[in-house]
T-cell receptor
Framework: ETGVTQSPTHLIKTRGQQVTLRCSSQ?????VSWYQQALGQGPQFIFQ???????GRGNFPPRFSGLQFPNYSSELNVNALELDDSALYLC??????????????FGEGSRLTVL | ELKVEQNPLFLSMQEGKNYTIYCNYS?????LYWYRQDPGKSLESLFV?????AVKQEGRLMASLDTKARLSTLHITAAVHDLSATYFC??????????FGEGTQLTVNP
């Protein structure tokens, strides 16, 4: 149990729709990262949020966007869904200090299926 | 661009045997993680390796890090069926942004 909770756990959408995934960080953590894991592959970094600002982005198009709220919870939004967006979306929280990057703690994930 | 390569990608072994999974990475980093993932589940943290020469052990698993060689190993001793899972190494390239390997799917047979 990592203290990172994600919702929903499973959802099905159709091509072209939009989806919002939610993440509640572990208490005391100020940084949240999102990863996409396609079937049979390793997770890929989407982006990271620190102090409500995007703090690094992987190789994902702008239709992937996010928010971090003052309570450090976070949302991942994906517009204009494509079939290849079907994946497990993982949220990870950590505590960032200048001197020392903190260990990541992963939630259970949201499994998105796009039909 | 940081690249992380694991081998083997698939490993079938008998109970009681020993084996090593290798993780090579392409750029300098002094923070490496090993995770376990069961089918349909999230990532379970196994080890965090923070410096050159770091060695950590938990049960039948032992992980090590050689930052000069850009190599980490995950050694399995006397495998048991419960260790069957997919194992990922991940390298922290900058500020807790992880680059993962492709994963090693381990099957331990009776």
């Amino acid at each position: 149990e990592t203290g990172v909770t994600q919702s929903p756990t499973h959802l099905i959408k159709t091509r072209g729709q939009q989806v919002t995934l939610r993440c509640s960080s572990q208490s005391g953590h100020n940084t949240v990262s999102w990863y996409q894991q396609a079937l049979g592959q390793g997770p890929q970094f989407i982006f990271q949020y620190y102090r409500e600002e995007e703090n690094g982005r992987g190789n994902f198009p702008p239709r992937f966007s996010g928010l971090q709220f003052p309570n450090y919870s976070s949302e991942l939004n994906v517009n204009a869904l494509e079939l290849d967006d079907s994946a497990l979306y993982l949220c990870a929280s950590s505590f960032f200090r200048v001197q020392n990057t903190g260990e990541l703690f992963f939630g259970e994930g949201s499994r998105l299926t796009v039909l | 661009e940081l690249k992380v390569e694991q081998n083997p990608l698939f490993l079938s072994m008998q109970e009681g045997k020993n084996y090593t999974i290798y993780c090579n990475y392409s750029t300098t980093s002094d923070r490496l993680y090993w995770y376990r993932q069961d089918p349909g589940k999230s990532l379970e943290s196994l080890f965090v390796l923070l410096s050159n020469g770091a060695v950590k052990q938990e049960g039948r698993l032992m992980a090590s890090l050689d930052t000069k060689a850009r190599l980490s190993t995950l050694h399995i001793t006397a495998a048991v069926h419960d260790l069957s899972a997919t194992y990922f190494c991940a390298v922290d390239s900058s500020g807790s942004r992880l680059t993962f390997g492709e994963g090693t799917q381990l099957t331990v047979n009776p």
